[in-house]
């Protein structure tokens, strides 16, 4: 059964990161064909460089997955903080509807803020409300529940006697959160971010339905590539997105462990 379990599991792996493989072999082939590798060449990415278009793009998706990351991170983190606090049905009642969100198809949470969106552009008269403010509030709606999931875990885990100590010892309930709650939650926090960067960074469905002309997305402009016989240093930009998502998750997934190590040694210490 091991052994089945682990033939199965490599396979998985395998079905999953082959097409990023083979992505990342063409980004260096000096032939147009996937399917046949004539030689090894980095012009494809020296092209990518030389684009200011697509690295214009790449700017706006960049800053809109930073600006929406801290503001979910931050407005996550509160309302973590606050659900941790709550008790009773309202707990449970606020915690299902933090999980929609995450279970609810992409293309209708799409449709529904596009359409939420129209109405208040209608009622405000703004003719052309699509743009930066929307594709923000839309990448905040979305990330919110990776963060909420991310930080309460932490709030479980932490320790209660601690605020206690430091409002015994002179604190404000502010102070006690930001020098003990915050610091002993921070590995949780700094994953939500990551998570609500890398979900935000190659977000196409929500995106395409809540953009405008004035401010467009990488993901939702590389559709449009997909119409049309695809340019070999687009497979270059694929790439470094992959490696960029790759090596956050990473660097989460350390700092969980790291974080999971110092909690079994307080623990132990205190046995």
């Avoid at 052994?3 to 082959?18: D, G, H, N």
């Avoid at 082939?29 to 990415?45: E, V």
């Avoid at 110092?262 to 623990?267: E, N």
Wanted: aromatic fraction near 10%.
């Amino acid at each position: 059964m091991k052994k089945f379990s682990r033939v199965f599991t490599v396979l998985v792996f395998l079905f999953l990161y082959i097409p990023m493989i083979v992505l990342a072999v063409a980004s260096f082939n000096t032939g147009t064909d996937m399917a046949a590798f004539k030689g090894f060449t980095l012009s494809r990415y020296a092209e990518l460089f030389r684009d200011r278009s697509l690295l214009a793009l790449l700017g706006n998706s960049v800053i809109i997955s930073i600006l929406a990351s801290l503001i979910a991170t931050v407005l996550g983190t509160m309302a973590a903080v606050g659900l941790h606090n709550a008790r009773g049905r309202l707990k449970s009642a606020v915690m299902t509807l933090t999980n929609i969100p995450m279970t609810n198809p992409d293309i209708v949470t799409g449709v529904s803020l596009a359409l939420l969106f129209a109405f208040t552009g209608s009622v405000l008269k703004i003719k052309s409300i699509l743009g930066f403010w929307t594709l923000l509030i839309a990448h905040i709606t979305f990330n919110l529940p990776y963060v909420i999931l991310s930080v309460l875990p932490k709030l479980t885990q932490m320790d209660p006697d601690l605020e206690d100590a430091a409002l015994d010892l002179g604190c404000t309930p502010s102070q006690a959160f930001f020098k003990v709650i915050l610091h002993d939650i921070m590995p949780g926090v700094i994953s939500g971010f990551m998570m609500a960067f890398t979900m935000s960074l190659d977000d196409f469905v929500i995106s395409y339905f809540v953009t405008g002309s004035s401010f467009i997305t990488l993901p939702v402009e590389i559709y449009n590539y997909t119409k049309k016989p695809i340019h070999p240093k687009i497979y270059a930009l694929f790439t470094l997105m992959f490696l960029t998502i790759l090596v956050l998750m990473v660097v989460m997934n350390l700092l969980q462990g790291k974080d999971a190590e110092r909690k079994l040694r307080k623990r132990g210490v205190r046995a």
